[in-house]
T-cell receptor, first 116, second 113 residues
Framework: AQSVAQPEDQVNVAEGNPLTVKCTYSVSGNPYLFWYVQYPNRGLQFLLK??????LVKGSYGFEAEFNKSQTSFHLKKPSALVSDSALYFC??????????????FGSGTRLLVRP | GAVVSQHPSRVICKSGTSVKIECRSL??????MFWYRQFPKQSLMLMATSNEGSKATYEQGVEKDKFLINHASLTLSTLTVTSAHPEDSSFYIC?????????FGEGSWLTVV
C-alpha cells in the first residue's frame, strides 16, 4: 500500500535561513510525488511534483524538492525562507490506478513557522 | 496551474437537512474529481473518487448514502451531505485531475447546528 510520512509536526526557521521539510514515502513501483501548501482556512495550492526525470524539481515560490530513490525521500527545500512561507505543507504520493486516475495519499502535514 | 472552484465556501445548516457543495474545474476538463474531508489540524482524508458519467468510488468507512456524489459533466461534481448531523461539521475539499497533477478547490466549511 502507498503511504507517505512527514516526521515533523512543525519546523521553525528564521527568515532568510534555508528551510527543509521532510517527507519519506513507501510505494510499489515508480512514485509520483507532490508537495502542496495550505494557508489557514484555504484549500491546497500545488507547489511541485516529481514524475520522472531530474531528481531536483523546482516549483512555485522558490521551493524545490529532491527525489532520492535510495532513501525513499522527497524533502522540500528553500534557500531563504520568508515569513509569508509560514503555512501547512503536505507531501503526497500517488500512482496511476486501474482506471488511470491518480489517487493522492497525503502525509500528516508539517507546519512551517518562519519568524522575522 | 489549473483552477478549481468550490461553492459555497461556508455553509451553516440545521441538523437533519441536506446541503450540497459544488466543485467546478474552470479551465480544464476533469474526468475524475476527488472529495476530501479535513478535520482541524489534521491531514486530508479521501472520501471518494468521482468519475464523470459513472458512480463514485467511496473509500472504506465512508457512507455512500450519506455523502452523495454526482459528476454529471466534465467540469462539475457535487457532494450532497444528506440528513446532516453536527458530527458532519468539517472542511470539505474537492480536487480535479488535470493530466498527472491534481488541483484543489478552496474548500467548503460545513457547520451543522
Amino acid at each position: 500500500a502507498q503511504s507517505v510520512a512527514q516526521p515533523e509536526d512543525q519546523v521553525n526557521v528564521a527568515e532568510g535561513n534555508p528551510l527543509t521539510v521532510k517527507c519519506t514515502y513507501s510505494v510499489s513501483g515508480n512514485p509520483y510525488l507532490f508537495w502542496y501548501v495550505q494557508y489557514p482556512n484555504r484549500g491546497l495550492q500545488f507547489l511541485l511534483k516529481y514524475i520522472t526525470g531530474d531528481n531536483l524539481v523546482k516549483g512555485s515560490y522558490g521551493f524545490e524538492a529532491e527525489f532520492n530513490k535510495s532513501q525513499t525521500s522527497f524533502h522540500l527545500k528553500k534557500p531563504s525562507a520568508l515569513v509569508s512561507d509560514s503555512a501547512l505543507y503536505f507531501c503526497a504520493v500517488s500512482g496511476p490506478t486501474m482506471d488511470s486516475s491518480y489517487k493522492l495519499i497525503f502525509g500528516s502535514g508539517t507546519r512551517l513557522l518562519v519568524r522575522p | 496551474g489549473a483552477v478549481v472552484s468550490q461553492h459555497p465556501s461556508r455553509v451553516i445548516c440545521k441538523s437533519g437537512t441536506s446541503v450540497k457543495i459544488e466543485c467546478r474545474s474552470l479551465d480544464f476538463q476533469a474526468t475524475t474529481m476527488f472529495w476530501y474531508r479535513q478535520f482541524p489540524k489534521q491531514s486530508l482524508m479521501l472520501m471518494a473518487t468521482s468519475n464523470e458519467g459513472s458512480k463514485a468510488t467511496y473509500e472504506q468507512g465512508v457512507e455512500k448514502d450519506k455523502f452523495l456524489i454526482n459528476h454529471a459533466s466534465l467540469t462539475l461534481s457535487t457532494l450532497t451531505v444528506t440528513s446532516a448531523h453536527p458530527e458532519d461539521s468539517s472542511f470539505y475539499i474537492c480536487s480535479g485531475e488535470d493530466g498527472d497533477t491534481i488541483y484543489f478547490g478552496e474548500g467548503s466549511w460545513l457547520t451543522v447546528v
